[in-house]
Nanobody, 122 residues
Framework: QVQLVESGGGLVQTGGSMRLSCAAS??????MAWFRQAPGKEREFVAT????????DYANAVKGRFTISRDNAKNTLYLQMSSLKSEDTAVYYC?????????????????WGQGTQVTVSS
């Protein structure tokens, strides 16, 4: 019943910026997050945010460069990325919990989008 669709990915040069969006088919009143998976690597946590946007957490690798936010009136989650590095190249996925607490664990998220490719050229 809950569908998540990511958009905004593409090719960007090192040091550039990009904003990803995740549109939900219904209002999401629980915690959401972004994860990513690079070629040949396991899926990893990027950032998470609670419903009110008051509790946030980021992976150490993206702190100071990425900002997670949400617009609940639009049922949309965002990830603003800046100072992009080649290491940021991955498929980015948005996800939603069925509980309110923020979490960095992939297993805690019940709903997932199909992903959007971000490629950072060097």
């Amino acid at each position: 019943q809950v569908q998540l669709v990511e958009s905004g990915g593409g090719l960007v040069q090192t040091g550039g910026s990009m904003r990803l969006s995740c549109a939900a088919s219904v209002p999401i009143f629980t915690t959401m997050a972004w994860f990513r998976q690079a070629p040949g690597k396991e899926r990893e946590f990027v950032a998470t945010i609670n419903w009110r946007g008051t509790n946030l957490d980021y992976a150490n690798a993206v702190k100071g460069r990425f900002t997670i936010s949400r617009d609940n009136a639009k049922n949309t989650l965002y990830l603003q990325m800046s100072s992009l590095k080649s290491e940021d190249t991955a498929v980015y996925y948005c996800a939603a919990r069925i509980y309110s607490e923020i979490s960095s664990s992939m297993s805690q998220y019940a709903y997932w989008g199909q992903g959007t490719q971000v490629t950072v050229s060097s």
